[in-house]
């Protein structure tokens, strides 16, 4: 997805970018579609600015606790269970979690 080649200005850096199969994957991104319809609006600098008091409303209800991915949460047990559809496991609320589930946003994630 990312090519890598030595730096063009000197032989210490590093050149980044991504491969074509990197650019065809972004251009059937469905965000893309979605910022592209929001752009369009114009309202794009006031849906924002809602977006950032919902974050701020929660995050105050949550007494500044945030959150993020299953499998960033110091309760996220891997390769735990022998079920293999499911084989990892919230370890706080006992959930089992499939490969698909422990990268979904966890509202109880306590950063590890």
Do not use: W
């Not at 600015?49 to 995050?59: A, C, F, M, R």
């Not at 945030?66 to 110091?74: D, W």
């Amino acid at each position: 997805m990312v090519s890598k080649k030595p730096g063009a200005r000197d032989g210490r850096s590093v050149d980044l970018d991504l491969t074509a199969r990197a650019r065809a994957l972004l251009e059937q991104d469905p965000g893309q579609s979605l910022a592209q319809e929001i752009a369009a609006t114009g309202r794009a600098t006031e849906l924002i600015g809602i977006l950032e008091q919902i974050l701020n409303v929660t995050l105050a209800r949550r007494d500044g606790r945030t959150f993020g991915a299953y499998k960033t949460c110091r309760h996220f047990r891997k390769d735990v269970r022998s079920e293999p559809s499911a084989p990892h496991c919230c370890a706080l609320l006992g959930e089992p979690l499939s490969d698909e589930d422990s990268a979904q946003i966890c509202l109880e994630q306590v950063p590890v």
